[in-house]
């Protein structure tokens, strides 16, 4: 019985910055990879940003330099730090985390959405 909840959305003007949680709670034993991705109106989902259990990161060309994902593993916590906002990041953004319970099985969840709105 795992659950993930993401918080920090909200409506900034275009160069502002958000702070993106995504926490989970349950039976945890550990994260594994975890993905942000965003769903804006008349546009496909899109991956936006990875973490892997290493430290790994990668990034979607359109957000690099702007956007960091980052974890607290001690929490069971990830984090996408978004910078110099742009009204075309507006869209909901989803947390995925591939989480191992005390069975060792791994399986992804998903979280509910927060929305992000950046006017110009």
């Known amino acids: 019985q795992v659950q993930l909840v993401e918080s920090g959305g909200g409506l900034v003007q275009a160069g502002g910055s958000l702070r993106l949680s995504c926490a989970a709670s349950?039976?945890?034993?550990?994260?594994?990879?975890a993905r942000w991705y965003r769903k804006a109106p008349g546009k496909q989902r899109e991956l936006v940003a990875v973490?892997?259990?290493?430290?790994?990161?990668d990034y979607t060309d359109s957000v690099k330099g702007r956007f960091t994902v980052s974890r607290d593993d001690a929490k069971n916590t990830v984090f996408l730090q978004m910078n110099s906002l742009k009204p075309e990041d507006t869209a909901i953004y989803y947390c995925?985390?591939?989480?191992?319970?005390?069975?060792?099985?791994?399986?992804?969840?998903w979280g509910q959405g927060t929305q992000v709105t950046v006017s110009s």
């Open positions: 349950g039976s945890i034993f550990s994260i594994n990879a």
């Open positions: 973490t892997r259990s290493g430290g790994n990161t």
């Open positions: 995925n985390a591939e989480i191992m319970t005390a069975g060792g099985i791994i399986y992804p969840y």
